[in-house]
């Protein structure tokens, strides 16, 4: 069991203006857990791959309050002998100022959403990409980064600061199969994002610190094609289209791809998007 160094010198637990509780804040939201014990009982506790146990010793210097990590070794769906490491502190002041912060007692996948307090931005999202997200090669040898979450609020919060850094517009959807959303970002986009996200002396995952700088080298080829910006469609479009009732007919009124306007009006009949308002 580790032990904990409280000679550091004072820093206001949990302030979201400072980036390395930014960070902290929102990798806790993703990967960890407030459990309520009885009367004033309980704890906050994280698990992760041992291999990423040097970011559990950040927490502790980071934290003034009693904290242990310790390890252990368990069966899983992917592997018979995982080791493990496990971060918890037990102190009630601890536990409620991170509740009030926004992580909820017991499950809170559907619940979390970014703080209403002033907080950093980008270290803030580095902390759900380093714990529910993925950056690195896809199987062609293109650079991705991905966030899986189940959160309504991170996820468009994501949707929207991407944008900002890189141009690229996401529109959230729940995936049929998990319903969770998915967000992944290839190519420039994804080099993008990650230099951004993972500068220079960030507190992050080695791994994936690794991965962000691995991904910087690629560069495009002569001969791909750079994909022109997506047109969303618009209510006024959908209204035309319904109108028109013909795939070949609204592909020249609305200056679109018959296979498009063909597509949409099966979403729009089938109740997949929306009907527009008459």
């Known amino acids: ?25 929102d990798f806790l939201q993703a990967d960890g857990h407030l459990h309520q014990g009885t009367g004033q009982k309980g ?20 934290t003034p ?53 002033d907080f950093r931005r980008r270290d803030y999202l580095r902390g759900i990409i380093d714990a529910d997200g993925s950056l690195g090669w896809t199987a062609e040898g293109l650079p991705y980064l991905s966030l899986t979450s189940a959160s309504t609020g991170l996820t468009e919060y994501m949707c929207h600061y991407a944008k900002k850094v890189t141009g690229a517009e996401r529109v959230p959807r729940r995936n049929t199969r998990d319903q969770v959303y998915v967000l992944t970002y290839f190519k ?3 080099q993008r994002l990650a230099e951004h996200l993972y500068y220079p002396g960030s507190l992050a995952l080695d791994h994936k610190k690794a991965n962000a700088a691995s991904i910087q080298t690629w560069i495009r080829p002569a001969d791909m094609k750079i994909a022109p910006p997506r047109r969303r469609w618009t209510p006024t479009d959908d209204r035309e289209l319904l109108r028109l009732d013909d795939p070949a007919a609204a592909a020249v009124a609305l200056d679109r791809t018959q296979q498009s306007c063909s597509m949409r009006l099966w979403r729009l009949r089938t109740g997949q998007v929306a009907m527009p308002a008459n």
């Open 188 to 190: 420039e986009h994804a």
């Open 43 to 62: 704890c906050l506790s994280v698990e992760i791959s041992a291999r990423d146990a040097h970011i559990l010793h950040e927490f502790q210097r980071l």
């Open 1 to 25: 069991m580790a032990e904990q160094d409280f000679s550091a010198p004072a820093r206001r637990f949990m302030d979201l203006e400072d980036p390395e509780y930014a960070y902290m804040f």
């Open 65 to 117: 309050y009693y904290s242990s990590i310790r390890e252990r070794i368990r069966a899983t769906n992917f592997a018979k002998q995982h080791r493990s490491a496990i971060w918890t502190v037990r102190s009630l002041e601890a536990r409620t100022i991170v509740n009030e912060l926004g992580i909820p007692y017991g499950k809170k996948s559907l619940l979390i959403r970014p703080p209403l307090v």
